[in-house]
């Protein structure tokens, strides 16, 4: 697998994480996908407000940092399918925290 070189030369494993998850809607994807494999229009169509091209570029990041894992068929019409790997199903406690995190901000803000 071949990893952004970028990531190499973070130190701080804090930025490390932080560089894998940047993106508007990577977090969002991982949430996703924790639930199960979904194909490419299934993701586009619980994230209404992505353009398709940013969408496919995320996902390409989170492919290439070995989160996701893409799965293309050959058949007509083409299908590919996306799903958590290890190391994306080992985030997914941080998104549950983040997750109770921000019902407890929520609460916060609304007193």
């Avoid at 930025?15 to 996703?32: D, P």
């Avoid at 639930?35 to 969408?55: A, S, T, W």
């Amino acid at each position: 697998m071949a990893f952004r070189k970028e990531l190499f030369d973070i130190k701080c494993p804090v930025g490390i994480t932080q560089n894998v998850i940047q993106g508007k809607w990577k977090l969002m994807i991982l949430f996703i996908l924790k639930d199960g494999v979904k194909r490419f229009n299934e993701l586009h169509r619980m994230l209404p407000d992505i353009r398709q091209g940013y969408l496919t570029q995320q996902l390409r990041e989170l492919e290439q940092d070995g989160l996701v894992h893409r799965e293309v068929y050959k058949v007509v019409p083409p299908k590919v399918e996306y799903s958590l790997t290890d190391m994306g199903e080992q985030f997914l406690p941080v998104i549950d925290k983040m997750y109770e995190w921000g019902i407890d901000y929520l609460k916060f803000i609304r007193e």
